[in-house]
C-alpha cells in the first residue's frame, strides 16, 4: 500500500452512520455550500463535504481520487469518503476572504501572474483543474499559514459532464 493510501483510509475508522444521526440532530456547524455540496465543520478538525445532487457525487469523489493519488501539500488532505461519495472527510482549513493572500504568497503581482505560475499550471494540467476555478478565493483556505486548495473537484470532466 502506497503511503497515499496510508493516509486515506476509505471507511476505515470512521462511522458514517453516527455522522449521518448528528445530521439529523443539527449536530454540526454550517460552513459553506456550492452548487453540489454542502459544508460542515465536525468540530475535530475536520469538515464533511455532502453531496446534495450528482453533481456533488462527482466532485467527492474526484476530490477523493486527486487526494489519493498526490501527495502534494497544496490541496488539503482528504481522511476519508463514504462508499456511495455522498460524505467526503477533508482537513479543515481557515477561510480566506481574499484572494490576495494566495497572490501574496506565491510573490504574484495579479491574477494573470497567478495563473502563470508554473505550480499551478502544472496541477490544472495533471488534475485537469480549471485554472480560472484557482483564481477565487473560495476554493483556498490556511492551514498553518500556507495557503491550500480546499476544493478541487471541479475538473474538466466534471464540468463537462454536469454544468
Known amino acids: ?6 493516509k486515506l483510509i476509505r471507511n476505515n475508522n470512521f462511522d458514517f452512520n453516527t455522522l449521518e ?6 449536530e454540526y456547524k454550517y460552513i459553506a455550500e456550492g452548487s453540489g455540496r454542502r459544508v460542515y465543520d465536525l468540530g ?9 445532487n450528482p453533481r456533488g457525487f462527482a466532485q467527492n469523489k474526484v ?14 488532505t482528504v481522511l476519508t469518503v463514504s462508499d456511495d461519495f455522498r460524505y467526503l472527510i477533508m482537513e479543515r ?7 490576495y ?4 504568497y506565491f510573490k504574484v503581482k495579479n491574477a494573470r501572474e497567478l495563473y502563470h505560475l508554473k505550480e499551478l499550471q502544472d496541477i490544472a494540467r495533471d488534475y485537469e483543474l480549471i485554472l480560472r476555478d484557482l483564481g477565487r478565493a ?3 483556505g490556511q492551514i498553518k499559514d500556507r495557503p491550500v486548495i480546499v476544493d478541487y473537484g471541479f475538473t474538466k470532466e466534471v464540468r463537462r ?3
Do not use: H, P, T
Open 93 to 99: 482549513a481557515e477561510r480566506i476572504k481574499n484572494i
Open 63 to 76: 476530490e477523493y481520487d486527486i487526494a489519493k493519488n498526490s501527495n502534494l501539500q497544496i490541496f488539503a
Open 1 to 6: 500500500m502506497s503511503e497515499n493510501e496510508n
Open 21 to 26: 444521526s448528528k445530521f439529523r440532530n443539527r
Open 44 to 52: 475535530n478538525g475536520y469538515v464533511v463535504k455532502v453531496a446534495k
Open 161 to 163: 459532464k454536469y454544468y
Open 101 to 104: 493572500y494566495v497572490m501574496n
Open 138 to 140: 473560495s476554493n483556498w
